[in-house]
């Protein structure tokens, strides 16, 4: 049976969803199944509309914690929120306090993807500090590392770095996601396949139960 990834967004003006659909493609390559699933919303109607945000994104599921027990492998896509992840992913896996005291996701893989506004505004520090996150849970952190050439280029603007792939929305949101970082997107999708096949079948979380 093909792995299971969920890939756990949370979204607002669709550039991590962007990614999303890229790295969904990757992993479906590599063998996966992949569920994109949303983190709910927390903020009020009126703040969303100061923020100008478009309606969700009903297409995409909400993601339901007893889902995400069932993973073979999780991949985050973090929007950055003053260099970190949204309180919408944090309160998300606030909830998970049963799943941790299981172990149901210890020696699973994982791995992050990144949104930010600006070049500086945090790509990596939101991955670095999500890591704890996985750690708790016993998780395996899957960072990209320098596995695809992609990464090396240094002739055009590009988000992500070995944590993970990666886009700049700029500093009003019109920025979508380039090509180069679609590929590098892909290219994450498909390693992790790689990665997480490996730990399924070789049941690395035995060991807890
Ligand atoms: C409250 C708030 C804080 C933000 N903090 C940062 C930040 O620290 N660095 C940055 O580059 N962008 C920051 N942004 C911009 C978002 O990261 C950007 O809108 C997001 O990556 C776009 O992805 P999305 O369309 O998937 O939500 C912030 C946006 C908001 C609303």
Same mark, same amino acid.
């Given at each position: 049976m093909?792995?299971k990834?969920?890939?756990? &967004? ?5 550039? &991590? ?5 890229? &790295?969904?493609?990757g ?8 569920? /994109? ?7 009020? %109607?009126? /703040? ?11 297409? /995409?599921?909400?993601?339901?914690? %007893?889902?995400? *027990?069932?993973?073979?492998?999780i991949?985050?896509? +973090? ?5 970190? *992840?949204? *309180? ?15 172990? *149901? +996701? ?15 505004g945090?790509?990596?520090?939101? %991955?670095?500090?999500w890591?704890?996150?996985?750690t ?10 320098y ?30 996601p380039?090509? +180069?970082?679609?590929? &590098?997107?892909?290219?994450?999708? !498909? ?17 807890? !139960?």
């Open positions: 093909a792995p990834i969920y890939i756990v &967004i949370y979204s607002l003006y669709g550039h &991590i969803t962007a990614v999303a659909r890229e &790295i969904e493609a992993l479906k390559e590599g063998g996966c199944d992949v569920v /994109i699933c949303r983190a709910p919303e927390l903020l009020s %109607a009126e /703040i969303l509309e100061k923020m100008h945000a478009p309606p969700a994104d009903e297409s /995409i599921p909400l993601c339901t914690v %007893a889902d995400l *027990a069932g993973a073979d492998g991949i985050f896509g +973090l929007s950055t929120r003053f260099g970190m *992840a949204t *309180a919408q992913l944090k309160s998300l896996w606030d909830s998970t306090g049963g799943m941790w005291q299981a172990g *149901a +996701l210890v020696g699973k893989p994982a791995g992050v993807f990144v949104s930010t506004a600006t070049q500086q945090g790509q990596e520090t939101a %991955a670095v500090t890591i704890s996150q996985l708790h849970h016993g998780m395996i952190f899957v960072p990209m590392g596995t695809t050439p992609l990464l090396f280029g240094m002739d055009e603007i590009r988000g992500g770095s070995p944590y993970g792939a990666g886009t700049y929305a700029g500093a009003d949101g019109s920025r979508m380039s090509q +180069l970082e679609k590929d &590098i997107a892909q290219h994450q999708g !498909k390693y992790f396949a790689g990665v997480a096949t490996a730990l399924r079948d070789g049941e690395a979380h035995r060991y807890f !139960k």
